[in-house]
């Protein structure tokens, strides 16, 4: 059974540019949820997509999108690179109405460093 | 607004000792609670949640954690700590209504090291 995989691992980009990261939910999730996790702190919210459709967004500028397909993949994109975006990008992908929860599983992440 | 509070940065614990990882929540409705475990380079690993019911959880890894609603607390257990179990630990609330329902808050995390 695979769990959730992210793709690159690992990210150089320069300040201004455009990065998108991609996503593949747990086998049988239809739910996903991206999170930011800056270094010593813990993960913070970006937003959560449920069929195809943004549901749920914390605090993060427009710079950040995504987008959800058919299969329930998604994608992060964030522009107009800023040096703090500079980060560990998590997603977590979970199964909508599960009974106790919706407990999230989480990916390894994917690590962005902005020169 | 939904807050999870971590209170000690580090926590070190002798090989076979008890271990305890504190976690204290702010949530407006009813919580869900989760604890996660971060290992160097890694993505979080679920350890254990809880939603209703009996007060003591038990999870994997043969932790476990206690749910005190009068003390907003939902601390992590273990009765024998093993070197293996250092690493990055991070507590999580979900507000089971509300406009935060769906996201996950994290504190800040704590760093368990296991002195053999």
């Known amino acids: 059974d695979a769990g959730v995989t992210q793709s690159p691992t690992h990210l150089i980009k320069t300040r201004g540019q455009q990065v998108t990261l991609r996503c593949s939910p747990k086998s049988g999730h239809d739910t996903v949820s991206w999170y930011q996790q800056a270094l010593g702190q813990g993960p913070q919210f970006i937003f959560q997509y449920y069929e195809e459709e943004e549901r749920q967004r914390g605090n993060f500028p427009d710079r950040f999108s995504g987008h959800q397909f058919p299969n329930y993949s998604s994608e992060l994109n964030v522009n107009a690179l800023l040096l703090g975006d500079s980060a560990l990008y998590l997603c977590a992908s979970s199964l909508f109405g599960e009974g106790g929860g919706e407990t999230q599983y989480f990916g390894p992440g994917t690590r962005l460093l902005v020169l | 607004a939904q807050s999870v509070a971590q209170p000690e940065d580090q926590v070190n614990v002798a090989e076979g000792n008890p271990l305890t990882v504190k976690c204290t929540y702010s949530v407006s409705g009813n919580p869900y609670l989760f604890w996660y475990v971060q290992y160097p380079n890694r993505g979080l690993q679920f350890l254990l949640k809880?939603?209703?019911?009996?007060?003591l959880v038990k999870g994997s890894y043969g932790f476990e954690a206690e749910f005190n609603k009068s003390q907003t607390s939902f601390h992590l257990k273990k009765p024998s700590a093993l070197v293996s179990d250092s690493a990055l630990y991070f507590c999580a609330v979900r507000d089971e209504t509300g406009a935060g329902s769906y996201q996950l808050t994290f504190g800040k995390g704590t760093k368990l090291s296991v002195i053999p």
């Open positions: 809880y939603i209703t019911g009996d007060n």
